[in-house]
């Protein structure tokens, strides 16, 4: 059952962005874990600006294509700790990008990728 529509997706991406960004600050991550989710967290907000859905700015990737990219960013959630080799170095980061991990697989397999996304009709803008 597909109960996240496109708009409740977006909101999801947006509190998404602010997760990341702020996730240095909540569980102290310094060097590169910070760096990773403040990149995170820029490449999430742009990616979302940039979907062709109620809640994206210029709409130009397509709704399923955001889909496909949240798809392959949670299974490289769950393998990073291990590929990367902080599994054992720090057990925050590591359940942190594992929970991730989970939500992002969670909320693709809950989300409406065919539903009414698009915001562009016949070429004309419809309304928010």
């Known amino acids: 059952m597909k109960v996240i529509s496109p708009r409740v997706h977006g909101m999801l ?27 995170l967290a820029a490449g999430y907000l742009l990616i979302t600006l940039l979907t062709d859905f109620p809640m994206g700015a210029m709409r130009v990737i397509p709704f399923p294509v955001h889909g496909g990219l949240e798809l392959v960013s949670g299974l490289a959630f769950l393998a990073a ?9 720090n057990e925050t980061a590591r359940n942190f990008f594992m929970i991730m991990g989970v939500v992002f697989l969670g909320t693709w397999m809950l989300t409406d990728w065919r539903g009414v996304a698009h915001a562009r009709t016949e070429g004309t803008m419809m309304p928010h």
């Not at 909540?26 to 874990?33: D, K, S, T």
């Not at 700790?81 to 170095?89: I, S």
């Open 81 to 89: 700790p291990f590929v990367f080799g902080f599994n054992d170095l």
């Open 13 to 39: 991406d947006y509190g998404t962005v602010a997760l990341f960004a702020l996730a240095p600050t909540l569980f102290n991550f310094e060097g590169p874990y910070a760096t990773v989710c403040y990149l």
